[in-house]
């Protein structure tokens, strides 16, 4: 059984840098065809993907958002970690993460966590 | 980076109505096409990968169709859970974009 769950604040305050946690359970990192993505989702508003990280490290980035993010991983504690530097209102979020199946002609996350809200305020 | 649109971005439904979606990507994305499912405060849910496969535990009214830039979700019958917002997103190149959605609603 699969699971993921985010951790992190729920608040920051404008121009620091946001650390979150996915901690994952029913898979491996090191296996081959399998990633963990981070997805944020504006209240009302439609979802964005931020970044991935694969079983291979291989990394990729929102283009809008690659100067601001990192995506590490850590495969013997089953944790993704995504920083987000500049915090700026316009990120407050519910942000996700998800795991990613990646193969031939298909990539798609079909597990998802709870998401976890992170307010952007003074 | 690839854009994507819906439509509508909203419809009203009775039970048991045929109800299909429409997504365009900005470009060609093959068959790179997947469909979520999200209710209020709850993540999105997985139906459709690669632009027609069902994902598992999925009712099969849930179906997907195109390839290249035109995409299209059906919902053969709908149901009373069937109520919701219902997201494409391609997963061709580097960003992953979503659509914006289309709400769903009981008319």
């Known amino acids: 059984q699969i699971t993921l769950k985010e951790s992190g604040p729920t608040l920051v305050k404008p121009t620091q840098t946001l650390t979150l946690t996915c901690t994952f359970s029913?898979?491996?990192?090191?296996?081959?065809?399998?990633?963990v993505g981070w997805i944020r989702q504006p209240p009302g508003k439609a979802l964005e993907c931020l970044a991935l990280i694969y079983w291979d490290d291989d990394k990729r980035y929102s283009p809008s958002l690659k100067s601001r993010l990192t995506i590490t991983k850590d495969t013997l504690k089953n944790q993704v970690v995504l920083t987000m530097t500049n915090m700026d209102p316009v990120d407050t979020a519910t942000y996700y993460c998800?795991?990613?199946?990646?193969?031939?002609?298909?990539?798609?996350?079909?597990?998802w966590g709870q998401g976890t809200l992170v307010s952007v305020s003074t | 980076d690839i854009q994507m649109t819906q439509s509508p971005s909203s419809l009203s439904a009775s039970i048991g109505d045929r109800v299909s979606i429409t997504c365009r990507a900005s470009q060609n994305i093959r068959k790179y096409l997947n469909w979520f499912q999200q209710k209020p405060g709850k993540a999105p849910k997985l139906l459709i990968y690669?632009?027609?496969s069902l994902q598992s535990g999925v009712p099969s009214r849930f179906s997907g169709s195109g390839s290249g830039t035109d995409f299209t979700l059906t919902i053969s019958s709908l149901h009373p859970e069937d109520f919701a917002t219902y997201f494409c997103?391609?997963?061709?190149?580097?960003?992953?974009?979503f659509g914006p959605g289309t709400n769903v609603d009981i008319k």
């Open positions: 029913g898979f491996s990192l090191s296996s081959n065809g399998v990633g």
């Open positions: 998800a795991h990613l199946m990646s193969g031939y002609g298909s990539e798609y996350f079909d597990y």
């Open positions: 690669s632009a027609s």
């Open positions: 997103q391609q997963s061709y190149i580097a960003g992953f974009t």
